[in-house]
């Protein structure tokens, strides 16, 4: 069985930085595209960055590009959300996930394309 593990998430002040861990389990984790996505209360789930299953290449949304970093993890099946200079509307539950497709050449943004979800970790910035 697939399992997606988020962690790291807490409480912090606007400016500072953290960063997520989401452990992967049950499949080859080097074929599959992984993505965070995040969801505010009263919002729509919405996607913020991805990771190609080879590693060599990476996608962000507009409203984090130069801020947020995904990379693998230094842990093995790991994939890390490095979130810097973070702000109020960052605050969400960020979730985890690993697409359906077998190494799908552009990762997805669109969430019906993932099969395997976290339970989320909140993250909440005060201002």
């Known amino acids: 069985q697939v399992q997606v593990v988020e962690s790291g998430g807490g409480l912090v002040q606007a400016g500072d930085s953290l960063r997520l861990t989401c452990a992967i389990s049950?499949?080859?984790?080097?074929?599959?595209?992984t993505a965070w996505f995040r969801q505010a209360p009263g919002n729509e789930r919405e996607f913020v960055a991805a990771i190609k299953w080879s590693g060599t290449t990476t996608y962000y949304a507009d409203s984090v590009k130069g801020r947020f970093t995904i990379s693998r993890g230094k842990v093995k099946d790991t994939v890390v959300l490095e979130m810097n200079k973070l702000k109020p509307d960052d605050t969400a539950v960020y979730y985890c996930a690993t697409e359906s497709t077998r190494q799908r050449n552009n990762p997805s943004r669109d969430p019906e394309a993932y099969a395997y979800w976290g339970q989320g970790t909140r993250v909440a910035v005060s201002s």
């Open positions: 049950g499949r080859t984790f080097s074929s599959y595209n």
